[in-house]
């Protein structure tokens, strides 16, 4: 399974940026996308994540500013952001969990830079 991830860059606070994810691969029907962030000094966390029947998590302080979506027939995953504030200034990484019968598998793309100026 490989994951691309594009539509990171420097915004201004108050801006907008989407991020974007592709993968491709064998990739189980049922599946788990995300995104996941990690600001220097700090451990990666999750942001949001989405299953492919539609069940979506978000990290608490990210609700209402944040929205994942995903289009399970081209396996992309999408995370608008909004409001965006200096503290989300983050690598951002997308991920697939792949389940089998084999048990969970974990994807994860190149991240991508998001940089949010004051």
């Known amino acids: 399974v490989q994951l691309q991830a594009s539509g990171g860059g420097l915004v201004q606070a108050g801006g907008s940026l989407r991020l974007s994810c592709a993968a491709s691969g064998g990739i189980s029907s049922y599946n788990v996308m995300g995104w996941y962030r990690q600001a220097p000094g700090k451990q990666r966390e999750l942001v949001a994540s989405m299953t492919s029947g539609g069940t979506t998590y978000y990290a608490d302080s990210l609700k209402g500013r944040f929205a994942i979506s995903r289009d399970n027939a081209k396996n992309t995953v999408s995370l608008q952001m909004n409001s965006l504030k200096p503290e989300d200034t983050a690598v951002y990484y997308c991920?697939?969990?792949?389940?089998?019968?084999?048990?969970?598998?974990?994807?994860w793309g190149q991240g991508t830079q998001v940089t949010v100026s004051s």
């Open positions: 991920s697939v969990a792949v389940f089998t019968l084999g048990g969970r598998d974990d994807y």
